[in-house]
């Protein structure tokens, strides 16, 4: 079954691993590259020891401070699929310079591993010292969401490994990443299909801005 927190859909661990998989990633349609594979491979050796819900789908992504949809500028020619998966159909292809009404987006998350090292950051105080924790899906303004013991939290904490390696931050530097999350950002124009948000092939709009 599905457990939904938000908008993020979960695969229960109690169901069996194949199950999981078949009825998330397949659903969504979800075949991606390589190193995808490779992380679901390390989460799925884990699970039975951390007892995680793992979140897959967030719908309706727009992972940054002030990233609103509407009309975004084209930098680079892309082709547009008929679903979120890069082995899906092509229906169509944006011209670098045009606009694209992009109406909603989508993200897959392959949760990274963090342990604690020091005093967590407002909100994230439950996390103990030496706790593995688990870091979920960014969600703008700096936070993201981690998990740890049934619980999904949000707080400010460091996405990659090299983020705490010259200037310590306090505020996201009380981890280390054992293994960053991977996250595949898909966006969806209107009555055309979905574009994968690689490298700069979009500009979204910035309310902050």
Known sequence: MLRTYGRTHVCMLRMPLWA???????????????LLLVALTFVSANLNAVELDIPF??????????????????FRDANVLQHPNINSKVTGKLSAGKKANI??????VIPGEAIVTGKPYSHADIMAPNKKIYISNYLGEGYSQVFLDGKFVTTKIALKKNRCLDKLNWRYCWVRVIREPVVKWWVNVKDRGWVLMDGKTLEAIDALS
């Open 20 to 34: 999981c998989y078949t009825g998330v990633i397949r659903r969504e349609m979800y075949s991606q590259s390589r």
């Open 57 to 74: 789908v967030v719908e309706g992504a727009c992972p940054f401070e002030g990233c609103t949809f509407g009309e975004w500028d084209v």
């Open 103 to 108: 109406v909603t987006g989508i993200s897959y």
